[in-house]
């Protein structure tokens, strides 16, 4: 069970920034320009970032702080994904030092 909450948790939020991407791409280019790099990278690295910062932005306003808040917290979530791995498996592995 825990193998497929990782799999959701690795192709959810890039399944989500591709389907937003191809159905609104004005909202994407009103947010990061014309350049498509910032995005695709954002979608390799961390989506769940971009999808918050997309979902968030404003033309007038661009970021509150509100907005600011949840974008932190989706980029803790990202990250928490890579490193997840090392402290999950730490214990079952006795090379890892203490």
Do not use: E, H, Q
């Amino acid at each position: 069970m825990n193998c497929v909450i990782a799999l959701f948790g690795l192709i959810l939020p890039r399944a989500f920034v591709a389907f937003w991407w191809f159905t609104d791409p004005t909202r994407w280019t009103a947010v990061f320009g014309s350049s498509p790099l910032v995005p695709a990278l954002g979608f390799l690295f961390l989506p769940w970032t971009t999808l918050i910062y997309v979902l968030f932005w404003s033309s007038t306003t661009g970021l509150d702080l509100v907005g600011w808040i949840f974008v932190g917290l989706a980029f803790l979530g990202d990250i928490g994904t890579y490193g997840g791995g090392f402290f999950g498996n730490r214990d079952k592995v006795s090379s890892y030092y203490r």
